[in-house]
C-alpha cells in the first residue's frame, strides 16, 4: 500500500529535550516536506526537500533541523524543543509538481 | 505575496442542501490548485488537482472548478459522513510549495 508513515504519533517531551520524529514514503517520491498544524494558522511549510541531500527552508524553519540521506526518509529533528513547538506536525511526499501525499500527523506537546 | 483565502470558515447543511464552498488565491506563477478533506486528527486526504482556468473535476458528491482567481468545491446532495475540513492549497513556483488556505469546516447534519 502507498503511504507516508511518520513515528512517533503522541509524544510529550520536555524543554530542551532533543528529539526527532521520522517520516517515510514507499512511494519512490522526489519531493518531501514538513508542516505544522496550529488552530487558527493553518498548515505552515517548515522544511522541503527536492531530492536526496537537497533540502531548504519553508515559511516557518526556525527551531527545525532536517536531512535526507535517503529517498524514502526524512526526519524532522528538534535540537532544543520549546513550548512554542507544541504542534501537529505532518510529513507529506509527492512526485515533482503534483498532489502531494500527507502523512497521519504527530501530535507534540513540549512543556 | 502568495495568499489563499477560503471562504466561508464553516458551513452547516442539513443532509440533501447542495452548496458550495469558495478558495479564492493571489499567486505568483501557478502550479496547480489542490483540494484536500482532512478529518480531525488526520492527516489531509487528496481530493482533486486543478491546473487551468475552466478545468472542472468530479468525484461522487463533489465537484471543483477553477477560474483564474478563485475555484470553488460544489457540494450535492451531501451526507453526514461529507462532514469534515476541507483544504484548499496553491502550488507556486519551482520548489514545489503549497500555500494553504484555513480551512472550510462542513457539518452536515441528518
Known amino acids: 500500500e502507498a503511504q507516508v508513515t511518520q513515528n512517533p504519533r503522541y509524544l510529550i517531551t520536555v524543554t530542551g529535550k532533543k528529539l526527532t520524529v521520522t517520516c517515510s514514503q514507499n512511494?519512490?517520491?522526489?519531493?518531501m516536506s514538513w508542516y505544522r498544524q496550529d488552530p487558527g494558522l493553518g498548515l505552515r511549510q517548515i522544511y522541503y526537500?527536492?531530492?536526496?541531500?537537497?533540502?531548504d527552508k519553508g515559511d516557518v524553519p526556525e527551531g527545525y533541523k532536517v536531512s535526507r540521506k535517503e529517498k524514502r526518509n526524512f526526519p524532522l529533528i528538534l535540537e532544543s524543543p520549546s513550548p512554542n513547538q507544541t504542534s501537529l506536525y505532518f510529513c507529506?511526499?509527492?512526485?515533482?509538481?503534483?498532489?502531494?501525499?500527507f502523512g497521519p500527523g504527530t501530535r507534540l506537546t513540549v512543556t | 505575496e502568495d495568499q489563499v483565502t477560503q471562504s466561508p470558515e464553516a458551513l452547516r447543511l442539513q443532509e440533501g442542501e447542495s452548496s458550495s464552498l469558495n478558495c479564492s488565491y493571489t499567486?505568483?506563477?501557478?502550479?496547480?490548485l489542490f483540494w484536500y478533506r482532512q478529518d480531525p486528527g488526520k492527516g489531509p486526504e487528496f481530493l482533486f488537482t486543478?491546473?487551468?482556468a475552466g478545468e472542472e473535476k468530479e468525484k461522487e458528491r463533489l465537484k471543483a472548478t477553477l477560474t483564474k482567481k478563485e475555484s470553488f468545491l460544489h457540494i450535492t446532495a451531501p451526507k453526514p459522513e461529507d462532514s469534515a475540513t476541507y483544504l484548499c492549497?496553491?502550488?507556486?513556483?519551482?520548489?514545489?510549495?503549497?500555500?494553504f488556505g484555513q480551512g472550510t469546516t462542513l457539518q452536515v447534519k441528518p
Open positions: 507529506a511526499s509527492s512526485a515533482p509538481g503534483v498532489e502531494q501525499y
Open positions: 512511494m519512490n517520491h522526489e519531493y
Open positions: 526537500s527536492m531530492n536526496v541531500e537537497v533540502t
Open positions: 499567486v505568483s506563477g501557478l502550479r496547480g
Open positions: 486543478l491546473y487551468s
Open positions: 492549497a496553491v502550488g507556486s513556483g519551482n520548489t514545489g510549495k503549497l500555500i
